[in-house]
Structures are given as structure tokens and as C-alpha cells.
């Protein structure tokens, strides 16, 4: 049997995928930091159309994390979730006196990791306490 992964993290990518990168950007803004359950429900019932090829990527990286990786389902939730550039087809129409216009047709590149959050391990952040002493910038009273 596999061992455990040490940094409990699992991840799928989605290559040459056909949509620009500011609107996969869009969908995956809402999914950042959420549950699985939570991430799922949202693209399933989101209306664009990148949100399908997003949620094939988000439970492809759901069954690596619990296939590969040995990590538990019910605890993952959403750590990153980037898009980058990848190709641009470059095409051309026609125009008035014999010009051409130039239409790029970019693809993007997606990626979405998964971590285990542990809920026991919860980090308590402790308040700064405010310094006694306040200097006001060159003035004295």
C-alpha cells in the first residue's frame, strides 16, 4: 500500500483548455479556500461555461487526493486554484481595401490543489498587544 502524502496535498491540471484566462479566473475566484462539497455545488450550478471543465478538474484533483495521496474526502478543501496562459491560435479576417484583422483565440491552463484540513489542529491567532508608548512622528507635545 501507498504511504500517506507528508504534505497532505493532492492537485490535477487542466492544459490547452479554450477560454481566456480572466474568465476561468472568475469561476475559480469563487472557489478558492472552500470545501470540496461547497466548490462542487457552486459549479454545478453556475451558469458559465468554463464552470463545467473546472468542476471535470476539481474531481479529477478530488480523486487523485483520494486514490493517490490516501487523503480523506470529507476534509479537503480548495488551496489554490491558478489559471496561467498557455497557447493563442492566431486567425484572420478579412477587412475593407484589401486589410486583415488580426483574432487571437487564447487557452489557458488551470490548476487546482487540494489540501487535507485537520480540524482538531485548529491555529488560535493570539491579538497583538498595542505598544504602551506612542511616538508621533516629529512633534512634541
Request: glycine content about 4%.
Amino acid at each position: 500500500m501507498a504511504e500517506k502524502n507528508i504534505n497532505n496535498t493532492a492537485h490535477a491540471i487542466g492544459k490547452s483548455i479554450k477560454s481566456s484566462q480572466q474568465k476561468a479566473n472568475l469561476v475559480l475566484r469563487t472557489i478558492r479556500g472552500l470545501p470540496v462539497e461547497n466548490a462542487v455545488n457552486i459549479l454545478q450550478f453556475s451558469r458559465r461555461r468554463i464552470s463545467n471543465i473546472v468542476l471535470k478538474i476539481l474531481k479529477s484533483a478530488i480523486s487523485n487526493a483520494e486514490n493517490n495521496h490516501q487523503l480523506d474526502i470529507d476534509k479537503l478543501y480548495v488551496k489554490e486554484a491558478t489559471v496561467g496562459k498557455s497557447m493563442v491560435l492566431k486567425r484572420f479576417r478579412p477587412r475593407a481595401r484589401g486589410r486583415a484583422g488580426k483574432i487571437l483565440k487564447p487557452f489557458s491552463r488551470i490548476k487546482i490543489q487540494l489540501t487535507e484540513k485537520n480540524l482538531e489542529e485548529k491555529v488560535v491567532q493570539t491579538k497583538k498587544e498595542p505598544n504602551q508608548e506612542k511616538v508621533e512622528n516629529g512633534t512634541k507635545n
